[in-house]
T-cell receptor, first 114, second 115 residues
Framework: QQQVKQSPQSLIVQKGGISIINCAYE??????FPWYQQFPGKGPALLIA?????SEKKEGRFTISFNKSAKQFSLHIMDSQPGDSATYFC?????????????FGGGTRVLVKP | EAGVTQSPTHLIKTRGQQATLRCSPI?????VYWYQQALGLGLQFLLW???????NRGNFPPRFSGRQFPNYSSELNVNALELEDSALYLC??????????????FGAGTRLSVL
């Protein structure tokens, strides 16, 4: 059962444009939502994360928007640069004995054209 | 400070063999997680170890097992290898949930190829 659905699977954006990646979740026990960036041959690296008590979090060119009632969250990459070309994963986790594991979305491959 | 280190980088095995993958967490981290990243399937949770104990496992057969040592390093064992076990195996470590944040740091992974 895929508990976190991510879209689109791939995205091409021009340099300076905005990249938008969306995720939807089902488990209302999720209380931590990180985004990871992965370059080829590397492990995922934490980019930015949000908890459900806030609706938006911004760090530099990266912004997470969170809609608790719709159970959706999204990543916006402003002023996209060729160096942002990577695969992005949304994830979610819930505290508790069965928690702590990260449940990942399927990933979005972003290509920023110069 | 060293990040999460995994060895070997690549591993080639044949069907039916056993594979052992190793992970050293960030110094001070007591939790180690294993994930499988198969082509086209995203990252799937495998196992979580904390303070030497297995705390949770994902929907994988018992052929996948592991352990955590007193120094918090960990190894993942895959027995009776099957072709579909070919994947990138990622290890992550964390110091637990702090202020509601479950921050996991990943290593570069071990690429397992089963021929």
């Amino acid at each position: 059962q895929q508990q976190v659905k991510q879209s689109p699977q791939s995205l091409i954006v021009q340099k300076g444009g905005i990249s938008i990646i969306n995720c939807a979740y089902e488990n209302t026990a999720f209380d931590y939502f990180p985004w990871y960036q992965q370059f080829p041959g590397k492990g995922p690296a934490l980019l930015i994360a949000i908890r459900p008590d806030v609706s938006e979090k911004k760090e530099g060119r990266f912004t997470i928007s969170f809609n608790k009632s719709a159970k959706q969250f999204s990543l916006h990459i402003m002023d996209s640069q060729p160096g942002d070309s990577a695969t992005y994963f949304c994830a979610a986790s819930a505290r508790g004995a069965a928690g702590n594991k990260l449940t990942f979305g399927g990933g979005t491959r972003v290509l920023v054209k110069p | 400070e060293a990040g999460v280190t995994q060895s070997p980088t690549h591993l080639i095995k044949t069907r039916g063999q056993q594979a052992t993958l190793r992970c050293s967490p960030i110094s001070g981290h007591t939790s180690v997680y294993w994930y499988q990243q198969a082509l086209g399937l995203g990252l799937q949770f495998l196992l979580w170890y904390d303070e030497g104990e297995e705390r949770n496992r994902g929907n994988f057969p018992p052929r996948f097992s592991g352990r955590q040592f007193p120094n918090y390093s960990s190894e993942l064992n895959v027995n009776a290898l099957e072709l579909e076990d070919s994947a990138l195996y990622l290890c992550a470590s964390s110091s637990g949930i702090e202020r509601g944040k479950n921050i996991q740091y990943f290593g570069a992974g071990t690429r397992l190829s089963v021929l």
